[in-house]
């Protein structure tokens, strides 16, 4: 059974400063996704990474796949205040089912 | 588009009632998924349609849960009777599989609470 891990669960950072997320999966997998929620909304999707050695970037986010160590990160560069959310990362186990990780919360510090 | 609608986006209700939570996909995706959110338990699959038919359900937690799709424009979850510890967030989503970039979109949840 595929199982997601991401770390860490808790974040507080200062503005300006960089941090990155991790993501590791068990098993094999053909896509992963990041996701960013604010308190009591929705998912929002920010990036679908396809093979080994992916990386796309989005602003201050940027996200790559290392699909043979089954593992992903979630950098942040130069974070600010707005960046304040949950960050999910979910791995598709086949079929586009999709196991989520427990997700990280990210509070950035004026 | 209007993107993923659902309703309720509030239902509370006593337990031993029935809950019906209401999803309309976005136009043109063949794929829907259904998730509950808890602090607990974090973000769940529990069923997903692809063209209308239920292809893993194996995340639905009990007998008490049912999810149908009777055409490609809406799904339903019920769940009956409700119990407390039902209480949670529940997100439909769906996807227009088949492209490299495919992505799931979230409907904004609707938030139930058993009493």
């Known amino acids: 059974e595929l199982k997601v891990e991401q770390n860490p669960l808790f974040l507080s950072m200062q503005e300006g400063k960089n941090y990155t997320i991790y993501c590791n999966y068990s098993t094999t997998s053909d896509r992963l996704y990041w996701y960013r929620q604010d308190p009591g909304k929705s998912l929002e999707s920010l990036f679908v990474?396809?093979?080994?050695?992916a990386v796309k970037q989005e602003g201050r986010l940027m996200a790559s796949l290392d699909t043979k160590a089954r593992l992903s990160t979630l950098h942040i560069t130069a974070a600010v205040h707005d960046l304040s959310a949950t960050y999910f990362c979910a791995v598709e186990a086949g079929g586009f089912k999709t196991i989520f990780g427990a997700g990280t919360r990210l509070f950035v510090k004026a | 588009d209007a993107g993923v609608i659902q309703s309720p986006r509030h239902e509370v209700t006593e337990m031993g009632q029935e809950v019906t939570l209401r999803c309309k996909p976005i136009?043109?995706?063949?794929?829907l998924f259904w998730y509950r959110q808890t602090m607990m338990r974090g973000l769940e699959l529990l069923i997903y349609f692809n063209n209308n038919v239920p292809i893993d359900d194996s995340g639905m937690p009990e007998d008490r849960f049912s999810a149908k799709m009777p055409n490609a424009s809406f799904s339903t979850l019920k769940i009956q009777p409700s119990e407390p510890r039902d209480s949670a967030v529940y997100f439909c989503?769906?996807?227009?599989?088949?492209?490299?970039?495919?992505?799931?979109?979230f409907g904004p949840g609707t938030r139930l609470t058993v009493l």
């Open positions: 989503a769906s996807i227009k599989a088949g492209g490299s970039t495919d992505t799931q979109y």
């Open positions: 990474l396809l093979s080994n050695g």
């Open positions: 136009s043109g995706h063949n794929s």
